[in-house]
Structure formats: structure tokens, C-alpha cells
């Protein structure tokens, strides 16, 4: 998927279900060369709609079509061109259009020939489609790139002036002095991307006056408020223009004169702007002027004396920028501004262009690639250093423009989910978004430490300082922390671990300030580092995958009880993290797969306790990362508990003869952590469902499978753990219990030799329950003893059994399954089905409500991997809570509660009383 571009949204805008008639071999060899060929057949079903002559069209492009097709897929933008402007399929794939020289110097003959502004907005628009076709197809590079972008920018601003000048002065006059756009950013840089805010400052010469009533800076406003208008017209605008760069920023006079902008630099010009205006280039008006400002300026840019404060005012110009403009969530994904991305190249830069720019003129480069080669010729920057952060600024570009081809917006963070990443990465020539993760993140890793060990950053004793703030216990915090870095007692920490820990600590704060128990997280934290071994080595991994970090700060936040495991067991950590994508989830079949090969060869009960073992800890990772939704969670929880019970079953002898039943939450495909199996077994010998139980639920080093509850077959706990199929028909058509036939409506047969024979054995025990009149009112006193037999702490709490909990809306939906005379195990799918009974927009609240109640289940049992159904009870555990859920705080959660709680009680209510 393109970056920020949704695959349902591609459908809509490609014409989903378009085909071509009689579609001819060569199309279907061309989708199939694609980077997505479904999507790429579609557009072809598109383009044929108004290009008589399409095979013609794209058998004389690049790669034979491929390539347009692989461009059109990956930016619907483009397409839309296109498709409003059908002419431009013959244009774009023209020779003299794909050829970068002559296109160059048709578009240098056309400047000025127009003065047309909307011919000049669909020349821009048709001219960035140009652009883009080629650094997609491979057919331009980086440098030449983001030069054309910046000669198309130019142009733009070049005839605006011109034109907004003549227009001005036949109606004002004309001033006896100089006008001057000055280019900043990328734009003077000649680095310019494709949703660039182009960064300009408007000077003039002298001051003076037109006539005695109209000065020279009011003409001169006027006129920048004319180019200023222009390119923000409404529609197919030219480019946005961002002025905050000029003295004063936001506050400042629009234009200035050269004297009152050489004062303003020389007395309050700050360490951003200096960085700022060493890209500073004329691109439009008096020549002499712009190289006067230049001359002018040149001491302030590069001065000869720099103050020990600078590097310092650049790191913390950084550090802001990380804090102010970043959500943490986007630190690691914006291109531009995040975790060493482009902003940390141009600062590495400009910093060094700064400190030795005023002895070296061959430095004074506005381009950073230039300037990086001057670095390295001038051994200022070791070659190896350049190379990799040339490397990275070329990668991290690349990436940027593919962000921005996408829809021409200005967007510098990468899609969240990894499906939105794929045809970015097949984009930048990677195979698959693991690839392209991977690079991205040594890319970024590089320029970090480049950056760091260049502004010696003091975000460590900054970290240090503020560090304790948002602990519960600063003080024992401040001497874990301090533990951690001294290492245990006995043990020698070298030089090399110790400031690879510098490094890391205030990354490990950053994270730690963000959960909900920072206390329980560090101290866990320290355990993990204590039992992993080689120290250095894994603050090293830490320091190149900030994930992992992530990952374990967010897991020893989360559970105690799985933070155990991995403290126990730290290698499982990294074998996931290696494994297999945690964005991905994993099916019975998958499961069943896995465990069947076995590939340690330990004995099969002590192999499917250590596989689950870690299955579960990669199903709570994609919890807490947040790549899984609570849905998912359920499902993969029961396909994990599915192929488990499947294996065991095949490796005891005789239990290949037994027909397991599924029930409650495992048969509903509803499973959260520390969840029991409610299963019954149908058969007729019970000595290998013992032996099956015992596999299942004995507790080893590894821990146990899973739990195993036999209470919901015939007579209980005082029944036989085995039932023929003939007894249970018995039982159901004769002693069972209503609240038993209720229990049917989550059965789910899920293995053995009579699963036909026993589903309709279920079904029609199921059934029954409509038959009978008084149902409704037996399941509505269930609920009552329920709710008055187990909330002995107040109903508050209880969130399952509680008034309007769980079990409410559990049973409501039951009873309108039973009702319409629909049986679906799973209890959201229930209620999407039967859930038009209800009035207004009542089912859809209870759904909501009832994963709302879920996820709280979902949080608190992953603590201590334990069955819970309450609240808890002191308020500094449901402030944590409201923290996990994603509340601000206690107040706002319980408030939330309480009014979800209440409304669904009265929906219940209203159901089963007519209240």
C-alpha cells in the first residue's frame, strides 16, 4: 500500500470492478509484472476507457508499461491527472518529456513567454507530474530531482514577480531602487521536495518615496502582498509560500529595506536564523541587490569567532523540536523531524558550515550534499561519517518525495501500519516493508549517532535532572537508576558499556515517563539487564532498534507476570523481535503448523508448553505495541488454545477418539490472557481425557498449556468426565437445565470423530429453548441471582457481573439469539445479527460498551495472567488503569465508566422488564 494511502480508498478512486472487454494476454502480462496487480488492472481497465490506442501508448514507455502502471498504482494524484486530463498519458510517456535535458530546455524557453497564471498553475501541476514519473520509474535520480523541482518553483516565482511588478508599477509608479526575492530552505538550497512550502524573504534597496504620499516599503508590501496572493490562490495553487523565515518571523514587516535588515541581523540575529540563512539565494529580482545582501550578511552567516554556546543553542534547537512539534508515536516515523531523520543531517551540516565556514569558502555551500562533499575535502568530517550521512540524506529523501507523490500533500511520517508501507517499499527497490523497516532504521540509527557525538547533546544530564519528576518514588528511582548504570556489585562495567548506557538512559526515560507504572517498569527493567548477560551487547541492540526498547520498557509496564517470563527467559525477546512480523496475526492452522515441526525435537508435551509459552508473550507484545486490535487479540488467543488442544490430542494415545466441545469464551473464540478452556468431552472412554487434562494443565518450568474446566458437561462436577454421544442427547432431552441449554449457544465443536453427529445434537438441544415460553424470563433471574450473588464488594466494581457489565449484555444477546432462533458462538457476530430487535442505535452502543468492558478485562488480567472480573480497589491501581485505557486520568475514566455502565443497564432492563 502507498504510504497514507488506504486500499479501499485506491478502489474507489481506480473504479473498483472496472475490466477491460475482452481482455487481451498482454494486459494480464503486464498487471502481473506489477508491483500490485489487481490495482494495476483496474488502472489498465481505467486508462482503456480514453486511449484508443493504450497497448501502443505503453509499449513505448519505460519497461514497456511497467513502470507508468507501478507509478499510477503507487500515487492516485497522478492518476486523477491523468484521468481529468486524458492527453497527458500520450505527453508523459513522450520521449522529449522523459528525456531530462531537452524537457530542461523546453521549460527554460517557455519562461516568460506566458504571463497567464492559470496556464502557469497547469504547467507546475503537469510539469511535477513529469518529475515524479521519472524518480519512481528510476528514470532520475536524487540530485536531479529535487533540481528540477526547484527550477519549476523558480520559474513560478520568477514570472509572478515579473508580472505582479509590471502590474504594480503601471499603476503606482515605479521606485528608483531594487527589489529582491531571496530562496531559503530547500528552495535556496536548490533542494527542493515535491510538497515544499517554498521559504522566501522580500528585500528592497534604498528608502524613498514614489511620490510624497506613497513610500517605497509600502509600494514594495503591496507588491510581495500581490505575489503572496497569487500563489495562494484557491484551486490548482502554485506553491504554498511560508515568509516566517524573514527578521521578526510571524510579527515582522513583510518586506524590509537592506539597512534594516543588516541592523536587525547584526543586533538580534539568533543562532536558528544564521543556521537558516546559510541557504539563503536570490531567485528573483535586482541581482546587484541580492548579492549585496549576501556580501552584507556574510560576517553574521559565518563568523570568525564562534561562541562556545553554539552547539549547545543547536542541540537544544533539536531537543525542542523532538518536544514541541512531535507526538511521542511519531518521533521514530517522521521522516523529516523525528529520531535521525533529514533535520539531523541538515543540522550536523550547517553547524559545522557554521564553525568553520568563515576560514574555508569552499564550505559556504547552500546545498548539503555539496556542502557534505566539502566537509569530507576538507577532512573536516571523517569520509567514512560523510559517506554514511550522504547515504542516509539520499534514503531519507527518497522516502520523503514518495510521501509526498502520493497526493502532493505535505506529509513527512510514515504509515503506521505495515500494509501502508508496502508499495513504498517496493518504490525505493526493497522487496518486502521488513526490508524497508530495517534500512530505515540503521539509516536513522547512523545519523543519531553522528549527531549526537558532533553536538555532544546534554539531553543525558538534562534526562538526569528532570528524570525523578514522574516517578511515585523519585528517590529509590534516582538509585535504581544509578544501580543500572554502576552495573551489580561484583561485576566490572568497562568504559565502552558505561557510555553506551549514557546514551541510552535518556532514551529509557523518555519511555519510562510515558507508562503508567515508571516505578514497577525501571525496576523490571534492571532485572531484565541483570539476567540477559553481556551488558554493552544489549544496550548496544537497544541503541539500534529503539523498537526493542520500546518493546521491553512497554512490557515491564504492562505485566508482571509476563515480565517474569522474559526476565527468565530474555533470548525469547530478541527471537521474536527477529521472528515473524508482530503486525501480523496468526491463524489455528499457522499454529498447528508450527507446533507439528517441532524444530528443537523435544518431547511434544514439553515442546507445546514452551511454544505457547512464547506465542502468548508475542500475542501480549502486539497487544501493548498497539498492532492488534482487542478483536484480534481474542481470535488469536483461541487460534493459539485450538491448535494446542489439536496437538495434544494427536500425541496421547486414545484421545484422537475423543469429540471436544468448546464453550463460554473458548467457545466463542473470546480468549484473553490467563483464560480457563471450558471444554466438554464426548466418547466413550474417559482414561484419555485424563491424560489429556494432566498434558494440558500441569504446571512444568514452562508453565502449563492451559487451564482446563470440565464443569459445563452433564450433572457438573458429579457427572462423568466422558459422555457418550447417546447420554448426552439423554441429558439435554431430559434433566438439563435451562441456564445448560443457554450455555449451548457458545458451543463450538472443534475436533474428534463425531463433530457433524454432536453439532446437531447441539443445534437441536439449542433449539428447544424457543419452544418454551417462559425462556426470556429464566435467563432474566439468572441474571438477577448473578448480579446478587456476586457482587458481595457493591455492583460498582464488577464490570462481568455487575449491573450493565458483561454478563448483561452476554445474556441479552443470548436471549435474542434464542429469540430469532440464530445460534453464533461469538458475541459481538450475535449481536451484528440479531441485534436489529433493539431500538435506535442500541445495539450499536452495546457493542462499543462491550469491548469497552473487554479491554479493561483484557488490561487487568494480563498483569498477573489471572481470570478478573472487578475493578480494582485502590485508586492509585485505577489511575494506572485509566492510563492503559488511554484516559487522562482516574476522574475522567470512572466517569466514563459509570455513564456506560448505566446506560447499558438501562437498555437491559428495558429488554428483559420493558422498564
Request: with cysteine; proline share 3%.
Amino acid at each position: 500500500m502507498a504510504a497514507g494511502f488506504d486500499w479501499n480508498e485506491s478502489h474507489a478512486i481506480y473504479g473498483a470492478g472496472h475490466e477491460m472487454s475482452g481482455s487481451l494476454p498482454w494486459t494480464q502480462r503486464l498487471s502481473a509484472q506489477c508491483w500490485n496487480p489487481e490495482l494495476a488492472g483496474e488502472i489498465l481497465a481505467r486508462l482503456a476507457e480514453f486511449s484508443a490506442d493504450l497497448e501502443s501508448v505503453l509499449r513505448r514507455s519505460p519497461s514497456e508499461g511497467v513502470d507508468l502502471l507501478n507509478f499510477l498504482c503507487f500515487s492516485p494524484v497522478s492518476f486523477e491527472k491523468i484521468h481529468r486530463s486524458p492527453d497527458l498519458l500520450l505527453w508523459l510517456t513522450a520521449p522529449d518529456v522523459l528525456d531530462f535535458k531537452k524537457a530542461e530546455r523546453q521549460g527554460r524557453d517557455r519562461e516568460g513567454s506566458d504571463p497567464d497564471f492559470e496556464s502557469l498553475r497547469a504547467w507546475k501541476s503537469q510539469e511535477l507530474l513529469r518529475v515524479a514519473f521519472r524518480e519512481i520509474s528510476g528514470l532520475a535520480g536524487f540530485v536531479e530531482t529535487t533540481r528540477d523541482i526547484t527550477e519549476i518553483a523558480e520559474r513560478c516565482v520568477r514570472q509572478v514577480y515579473r508580472t505582479s511588478l509590471t502590474t504594480s508599477s503601471n499603476r503606482w509608479g515605479s521606485p528608483q531602487t531594487g527589489f529582491g526575492v531571496l530562496g531559503m530552505g530547500k528552495l535556496g538550497g536548490r533542494e527542493l521536495n515535491y510538497s515544499s512550502d517554498i521559504d522566501l524573504i522580500f528585500l528592497y534597496g534604498d528608502e524613498g518615496f514614489i511620490n510624497p504620499r506613497f513610500s517605497y516599503h509600502e509600494f514594495f508590501t503591496r507588491l510581495a502582498e500581490k505575489i503572496v496572493s497569487e500563489f495562494a490562490e484557491r484551486g490548482n495553487a502554485l506553491f504554498r509560500i511560508d515568509l516566517r523565515l524573514r527578521p521578526e518571523g510571524s510579527s515582522g514587516p513583510l518586506v524590509r529595506g537592506l539597512a534594516s535588515t543588516e541592523n536587525y541581523y547584526a543586533g538580534y540575529g539568533e543562532t536558528w536564523e544564521r543556521m537558516a540563512l546559510i541557504k539563503a539565494r536570490g531567485v528573483a529580482g535586482d541581482r546587484e541587490l541580492l548579492y549585496e545582501f549576501e556580501h552584507r550578511l556574510q560576517p553574521f552567516i559565518f563568523p570568525k569567532a564562534v561562541s562556545d554556546e553554539l552547539v549547545t543553542e543547536i542541540s537544544a534547537l533539536k531537543e525542542r523540536i523532538e518536544r514541541d512539534l512531535l507526538d511521542a508515536d511519531d518521533l521514530y516515523r517522521n521522516v523529516k523531524l523525528g529520531f535521525g531523520g533529514i533535520r539531523e543531517v541538515e543540522f550536523v551540516v550547517q553547524t559545522l558550515q557554521v564553525l568553520h565556514g568563515a576560514r574555508h569558502a569552499f564550505l559556504q555551500e547552500r546545498n548539503t550534499l555539496e556542502a557534505l562533499s566539502a566537509l569530507a575535502e576538507l577532512e573536516i568530517m571523517p569520509r567514512k561519517e560523510v559517506d554514511a550521512l550522504r547515504s542516509a540524506y539520499v534514503f531519507l529523501r527518497a522516502v520523503e518525495h514518495r510521501l509526498q507523490i502520493v497526493r502532493e500533500q505535505q506529509t513527512h511520517t510514515l504509515p503506521a501500519k505495515s500494509e501502508d508501507r508496502f508499495l513504498l517499499a517496493k518504490s525505493m527497490g526493497l522487496d518486502s516493508v521488513e526490508a524497508f523497516d530495517q534500512q530505515y532504521g540503521e539509516q536513522t540509527f547512523t545519523v543519531r549517532v553522528i549527531f549526537d557525538r558532533l553536538l555532544q547533546r546534554r539531553s543525558g544530564e538534562v534526562a538526569e535532572k528532570h528524570a525523578r519528576e514522574f516517578f511515585a518514588q523519585p528517590v529509590e528511582a534516582g538509585k535504581t537508576l544509578e544501580r543500572l548504570e554502576a552495573g551489580p556489585s561484583d561485576m566490572h562495567v568497562s568504559a565502552r558499556t558505561r557510555r553506551l548506557y549514557a546514551k541510552l538512559e535518556p532514551e529509557l526515560l523518555r519511555w519510562l515517563a510515558r507508562m503508567a507504572d515508571p516505578d514497577a517498569a525501571l525496576s523490571r527493567f534492571v532485572r531484565f539487564v541483570d539476567a540477559y548477560g553481556i551488558r554493552g551487547l544489549l544496550f548496544e541492540t537497544l541503541l539500534a532498534n529503539p523498537r526493542l526498547l520500546e518493546l521491553l520498557v512497554r512490557l515491564f509496564d504492562a505485566s508482571a507476570a509476563f515480565s517474569e517470563l522474559a526476565i527468565r527467559r530474555p533470548e525469547l525477546i530478541e527471537e521474536i523481535a527477529r521472528g515473524r512480523a508482530l503486525d501480523l496475526t496468526t491463524s489455528a492452522a499457522d499454529y498447528m503448523a508450527a507446533l507439528q515441526a517441532n524444530p528443537e525435537q523435544l518431547a511434544p508435551l514439553e515442546w507445546v508448553r514452551s511454544f505457547r509459552e512464547s506465542e502468548v508473550l508475542r500475542i501480549l507484545l502486539r497487544d501493548i505495541l498497539g498492532v492488534t486490535s482487542l478483536g484480534e487479540l481474542q481470535t488469536e488467543m483461541t487460534n493459539l488454545a485450538d491448535a494446542c488442544v489439536r496437538f495434544c490430542q494427536e500425541s496421547i494415545p486414545g484421545a484422537d477418539r475423543l469429540t471436544i466441545v468448546a464453550l463460554g469464551k473458548f467457545g466463542g473464540q473470546e480468549l484473553l490472557y490467563g483464560a480457563d478452556l471450558d471444554v466438554v468431552f464426548i466418547g466413550e472412554e474417559p482414561g484419555p481425557a485424563g491424560q489429556w487434562i494432566a498434558a494440558l494443565s500441569a504446571t512444568t518450568n514452562a508453565s502449563r498449556v492451559f487451564p482446563i474446566d470440565t464443569r459445563l458437561r452433564p450433572e457438573g462436577d458429579n457427572g462423568m468426565l466422558v459422555v457418550t454421544l447417546g447420554a448426552y442427547e439423554s441429558y439435554f432431552n431430559g434433566r438439563a437445565q435451562t441456564w445448560e441449554h443457554q450455555a449451548l449457544t457458545k458451543a463450538r465443536v472443534i475436533s474428534g470423530p463425531e463433530q457433524v453427529e454432536v453439532n446437531r445434537l447441539i443445534t437441536r438441544a439449542w433449539e428447544r429453548l424457543r419452544t418454551r415460553s417462559n425462556t426470556k424470563a429464566e435467563i432474566a433471574a439468572m441474571y438477577e441471582r448473578i448480579v446478587k450473588e456476586r457482587a458481595k464488594g457493591g455492583d460498582w466494581p464488577e464490570f462481568k457481573t455487575g449491573r450493565g457489565g458483561l454478563i448483561a449484555i452476554e445474556f441479552l444477546v443470548q436471549s435474542l439469539e434464542i429469540e430469532r432462533g440464530v445460534r453464533e458462538p461469538n458475541t459481538l457476530k450475535a449481536l451484528e445479527l440479531v441485534g436489529g430487535q433493539l431500538r435506535n442505535d442500541e445495539s450499536e452502543t452495546l457493542a462499543n460498551d462491550y469491548l469497552f468492558y473487554r479491554r479493561i478485562e483484557s488490561i487487568l488480567r494480563r498483569a498477573n495472567n489471572q481470570s478478573v472480573s472487578s475493578l480494582p480497589v485502590a485508586d492509585s491501581e485505577q489511575t494506572k488503569l485509566a492510563l492503559r485505557m488511554g484516559f487522562r486520568d482516574r476522574n475522567e475514566f470512572t466517569d466514563e465508566y459509570h455513564l456506560r455502565r448505566t446506560r447499558d443497564d438501562e437498555i437491559v432492563r428495558k429488554y428483559f422488564y420493558g422498564a
